[in-house]
Nanobody, 122 residues
Framework: QVQLVESGGGVVQAGGSLKLSCAASGSISSLAVMGWYRQVPGKQREWVASTTTAGTTHYTDSVKGRFTISRDNSENTVCLQMNNLKPEDTAVYYC????????????????WGPGTQVTVSS
């Protein structure tokens, strides 16, 4: 199994910055796409950003130019630098990773972290 743990959430004023980190551990054979989602109570979980093993990045339109996703393949970590935060960015942020595990290296499974709260006050 693979465990993901997020850190770095908190409360910030509009216009401020936060950096979220996510560390993957466990019986990892390889990590493929890693990314971040967010969810507001009563709404569906929303994709925010993702990055491939090669470092290709993708962002949802609402965060382009403000958020930067990065990963360290040697440390099995992915980060999300969030700048110029807006009240509408308030949500629980979840890290996810598509990973294969030792003993079953050909299959990819999706794993999720427990989430970290980000609150942006106006």
């Amino acid at each position: 199994q693979v465990q993901l743990v997020e850190s770095g959430g908190g409360v910030v004023q509009a216009g401020g910055s936060l950096k979220l980190s996510c560390a993957a551990s466990g019986s990892i054979s390889s990590l493929a796409v890693m990314g971040w989602y967010r969810q507001v109570p009563g709404k569906q979980r929303e994709w925010v950003a993702s990055t491939t093993t090669a470092g290709t990045t993708h962002y949802t339109d609402s965060v382009k130019g403000r958020f930067t996703i990065s990963r360290d393949n040697s440390e099995n970590t992915v980060c999300l630098q969030m700048n110029n935060l807006k009240p509408e960015d308030t949500a629980v942020y979840y890290c996810n990773a598509d990973a294969s595990i030792r003993g079953d290296p050909k299959e990819l499974y999706r794993y999720w972290g427990p989430g970290t709260q980000v609150t942006v006050s106006s």
